[in-house]
């Protein structure tokens, strides 16, 4: 193809994105599109599949069965959400062991909030409460991208979520309705995942590098700090209903703006976690990898299997 | 030589009176375990009564480069509509 046809198919492409309609697999696009695609989308399954990983820790310590069955079906409709995506993003020609291999080799990344610990039941409760209330934030507006397969992924996901952040707040809540201990614990959990959950909705929008051209294929709607924003102004009353305090000082509702005026996000720390220097980034790989490689003869097991039965069917039928 | 579990086409009727629609796709290595996946991926809260699994290289589909030749004849085809036809107001129901 000559540069004239790319570059008038790349404009008809960026037209038919401008009017709304939606790009599926098969049609043709420009390949920055495919890559940005495949980036965003796989980076969005690894962080579903890494997630379970924080609230696995807790599924056999559960304080009761409602809390444990509740936990188990959030964990499993993450592994769901991962399957989801790692499918649709296959729909832009990438295998699922390419896909693997680029977050076991740390060149595809997931989000940095997974690197953090969680050492108290309450941190279930604050994760599920801030961590899953700021991907749906993140999340809504990719029920409308441009790319068909995510875009229906997203619908499937955003309607799952919902549950996840209330079971969450239902945890928070309880906490804080109990013992003095109980409180301090939910306390505790808020002051450790705050500042994470502020930094998950991604870098001030002057350093974000993709923003631009994110917005135009409708991979982003709204940039990561109106996100923000939108988070910390729905959050902000709902710790006042848990009679928490925000570990933010300088946190103050401006009348002028109608929104909640908020401290120096710490950005050192952002990219260090988002670096590999997190407290949990190796124990996080090293329990993926593992997972990957101990499984290997369980899938070449099923594989054989399967075409054995497969040959004996052709023996029987000749 | 290793080998992938191969990719499968998932469709789910959500209830009795409705066609299957396609769900989405996950890897199994047969169709038996392609139905066990795609009961916990697919179904988790009730979606389906009844489930299909296909696997993805049986399925043929139509290129959309040639969507011109395909789908375009049957847009200068009016007559094929009931619009296209003048009647009388005093005709009722037809």
């Known amino acids: ?21 939606k790009i599926e697999p098969k049609d043709w696009m420009p390949e ?12 969005h399954a690894h962080s579903e599949i890494v997630g379970m990983l924080p609230e696995g820790n807790w599924i056999t ?6 809390r444990k069955a509740a936990l188990l079906a959030k964990v499993q ?7 989801y995506l790692y499918s649709a993003c296959e729909t832009l020609g990438i295998s699922r062991d390419e896909l693997y291999e680029q977050l076991h080799s740390g060149k595809a990344k997931y989000s940095s909030i997974f690197n953090y610990p969680t050492v ?26 441009s790319f068909g397969p995510y875009a229906r992924a997203m619908v499937r996901v955003c309607k799952e979520e919902s549950f996840h952040q209330r079971q969450g707040f239902e945890i928070m809540l309880t906490l804080c309705r109990g013992s003095e201990e109980q409180k301090a614990m939910a306390q505790d959990a808020l002051n450790r995942w705050w500042w994470p959950s502020l930094m998950m909705l991604g870098p001030t929008d002057a350093e974000s590098i993709h923003t631009e051209q994110s917005m135009k294929w409708k991979l982003k709607r709204k940039s990561n700090d109106e996100l923000r924003q939108q988070f910390i102004d729905q959050t902000v009353p709902q710790a006042d209903l848990l009679g928490l305090t925000i570990p933010d000082p300088d946190l103050k509702f401006n009348k002028e703006t109608g929104s909640y005026d908020f401290g120096e996000i710490n950005w050192d720390e952002f990219w260090q976690v988002v670096k590999g220097h997190g407290p949990c980034n190796k124990e996080r790989m090293s329990a ?24 004996k069917k052709i023996a029987k039928a000749s | 030589m290793k080998k992938n579990w191969p990719l499968w086409e998932i469709f789910v ?3 009795n009176g409705l066609e299957h629609r396609h769900f989405g796709s996950l890897h199994a290595a047969d169709a038996e375990m392609a139905m066990e996946n795609a009961r916990d991926v697919y179904t988790r809260r009730n979606e389906g009564v009844s489930i299909w699994v296909v696997e993805s290289k049986n399925i043929t589909a139509s290129n959309p480069a040639d969507n011109g030749e395909m789908f375009e004849p049957a847009q200068d085809k009016v007559y094929r509509h009931p619009t296209f036809y003048d009647l009388p107001d005093e005709v009722k129901h037809m």
């Not at chain 1, 490689?293 to 497969?310: L, Y």
């Open chain 2, 13 to 15: 009727r959500s209830k």
């Open chain 1, 32 to 43: 920055k599109y495919r890559q940005t695609h495949i980036r965003q989308m796989s980076q």
């Open chain 1, 61 to 66: 310590r559960a304080p009761s069965l409602r």
């Open chain 1, 120 to 145: 108290t039941w309450a941190d279930m409760g604050a994760v599920g409460w801030l961590v899953d209330g700021a991907a749906i934030i993140n999340q809504v507006p990719l029920c409308n991208t």
């Open chain 1, 288 to 311: 993926r990898v593992n997972a990957w490689n101990n499984g290997e003869w369980v899938r070449d097991a099923a594989m054989a299997h399967a075409e054995k039965n497969a040959n």
């Open chain 1, 1 to 21: 193809m000559s540069e004239k046809e790319v570059k008038n198919l790349e404009e008809i492409f960026e037209a038919r994105i401008a009017r709304d309609e």
């Open chain 1, 77 to 83: 409709d993450e592994a769901g959400h991962g399957l």
